[in-house]
Structures are given as structure tokens and as C-alpha cells.
């Protein structure tokens, strides 16, 4: 019996036909292999992320074990040991002898203005460097980048004697108009980068209707941006949180202090208190700590927010 020339074609013995089974097995295999190793790979690195989480959150824990612990117990245990008892005499001491509700509140206010006019600044010095014509922009942005790199110590004397002159010395105003012009450098050069990809034919579009700058910042650059503005608020809030020497310098007074300069002034005092030092770090942690846990998920859509669509 004579075969057609399509019945030849696909003959199992044909080596073409064989040919083709064997290399269509090798794909699943080799499928199911990357599989396993991409399967591995995850694992280990959901194990490493999970070292590090615990390392960087030891510290926090540590303190709010023993801020909890009696002096007898610290004593007889040690530092890393569970409390045998729960005891809030630590808390209830640095809270009253510090007067923790005020500098709490002075530390959320001066934070959160920096955190506020400092963007604020940014935004503005950015919308003239990233879209506007400006000469030398970029020796301007390589200036800004530098001041970033400047120490506090090296303009404290020229930023007291002004404050000083001034009549601002000792009042919260002068840290919140220091720590906004000093972060503003880093912002400026931050939402500079990113306004320089800015899609020219929106902007062109939005003046061709006649919005002026203001309503083009207003309602066209501002939303488009605003993940990278609401990441800068949050760094600009932590890292003024977090600031002890210039606090320590311009607000002398008890009533005007911060948070970080009420912990700082505890090491003379309570030196022989683990407890109570413990407490006073649990305190100044705990509030730093809960705003980056309820802003968590602005940082993140921030931080893969890096192209201007």
C-alpha cells in the first residue's frame, strides 16, 4: 500500500517525528527544574529578610523587655532575660520626671512642620530647577547635593549668632525654620531628578488651555508626583524626630525641648537606673516606630513610583 506524501511526513519512525518528541519532553523538565531552584531561591531569601527584620527590630525589643522588668529582676537575670514580672514603676518615673507629654508634643510639632514647609520648599525650588528655564541648573542641583554632605557642627555658630540677633533664639520656630532650609537641599535635588523626566507635552497641552505655572504645580505636576512628595514628608519627619544636636543647642529651655534631647539629659541622671534608661528608649523609639508602621505602604508605593508615566 502506497502512502500519501502528508501520511509519510508523519510517520512515527520518521526521524523528524522523533526528533520533535524528544525535544518537546526536554522543555517540561527543564521547566519544572527552574521551577525548583526559583522555589529555593524565594525560600532563602524569605529567610534572610526575616534575619535581618528580627536584627534590626532587636534593639526595640530589648528595650521593651527591661522597661517593663523591676530593678530586682534586671538584677537577678540580666538584660536578656523574659521579665518574671510586669512592672510599669519605669515608664510611669521617666514619664513624670521629664514631663514626656511635652516634649512629645513639642517634638510632633516642630517634626511635622519640618516635615510640611521643608517639601514644601523642595517643591518649589524644584518646579523652577526640573521644568523652569533656570541658568546652571545643574551646578545648582551639584551645589544643593554638596550642602547635603555639610555637618550641623561646621554652621552652628553662624546659625546661633543669627538666631540669636534675630530674637528666635530658644523658640521651636527656629528649629522648624533651620531643619526645613537644611532637608529642603536634599528634596530640591530628589524632585528635581525626578521633574526633569517630566513629559513635555503635558505641560505644553496644559498652557495651550491657559492654565498659568501655578495651576500647571497645582493640578497637573503636584498629583503626578505626590508618592515621591509623601515619602520626602515621611524621611524629612523621621530624620527631624530623630535630630539631637541642634535641638540641643537652640532650645535650652525645659519647656521647649524634644523628645531626643529629654534621653540625651538622662545620662547623668539614671545612670545607676537600666530600667529606667531602658524606658526612656522604649519612649523615644515607640513613637518613631508607629508612624513608619502607618505610613509602611506610602513609603512603598513611593519607592516603586519612580517613573513619571
Not at 527543564?30 to 534572610?48: C, D, E, I, K
Not at 510599669?88 to 521617666?94: A, E, M, P
Not at 514626656?100 to 510639632?109: A, D, F, H, R
Not at 535630630?243 to 525641648?257: A, E, G, R
Amino acid at each position: 500500500m502506497t502512502l500519501t506524501k502528508e501520511a509519510r511526513t508523519v510517520t512515527i519512525g520518521s526521524p523528524r517525528v522523533g526528533r520533535r518528541a524528544r525535544t518537546g519532553s526536554s522543555p517540561k523538565r527543564a521547566g519544572s527544574g527552574s521551577r525548583h531552584r526559583r522555589g529555593a531561591t524565594r525560600w532563602v531569601t524569605l529567610g534572610l529578610l526575616a534575619l535581618a527584620a528580627v536584627l534590626a527590630l532587636f534593639p526595640f525589643i530589648l528595650a521593651a523587655v527591661n522597661a517593663v522588668k523591676t530593678a530586682g529582676d534586671y538584677a537577678a537575670h540580666g538584660p536578656l532575660a523574659m521579665p518574671h514580672s510586669f512592672d510599669l514603676n519605669g515608664i510611669k518615673t521617666f514619664w513624670q520626671n521629664v514631663d514626656y507629654t511635652n516634649k512629645l508634643t513639642n517634638s510632633i510639632i516642630i517634626s511635622g512642620s519640618v516635615a510640611v514647609v521643608g517639601t514644601l520648599i523642595s517643591l518649589f525650588n524644584a518646579y523652577a530647577l526640573g521644568i523652569g528655564k533656570v541658568r546652571a541648573r545643574r551646578s545648582l542641583l551639584l551645589l544643593l547635593l554638596l550642602a547635603t554632605t555639610v555637618p550641623q557642627e561646621a554652621l552652628i555658630y553662624p546659625l546661633y549668632y543669627m538666631a540669636n540677633n534675630t530674637g528666635l533664639y530658644n523658640t521651636k520656630l527656629v528649629v522648624i525654620i533651620i531643619s526645613s532650609v537644611m532637608s529642603s537641599a536634599f528634596g530640591t535635588y530628589l524632585i528635581a531628578s525626578t521633574l526633569s523626566e517630566f513629559p513635555r507635552g503635558v505641560l505644553e497641552a496644559a498652557r495651550i488651555d491657559g492654565a498659568n505655572r501655578w495651576q500647571v504645580l497645582r493640578m497637573i505636576v503636584v498629583p503626578i508626583i505626590w508618592p515621591t512628595l509623601t515619602v520626602l514628608m515621611t524621611f524629612f519627619f523621621i530624620w527631624t524626630w530623630n535630630d539631637f544636636f541642634l535641638p540641643l543647642i537652640m532650645l535650652p529651655s525645659n519647656d521647649n525641648q524634644t523628645v531626643s534631647v529629654a534621653m540625651g539629659s538622662l545620662q547623668g541622671q539614671y545612670t545607676s537606673s537600666p530600667t529606667g534608661l531602658a524606658a526612656a528608649s522604649l519612649m523615644g523609639l515607640l513613637p518613631a516606630v508607629a508612624f513608619f508602621l502607618i505610613f509602611q505602604r506610602t513609603l512603598t508605593r513611593g519607592a516603586v513610583a519612580g517613573a513619571v508615566k
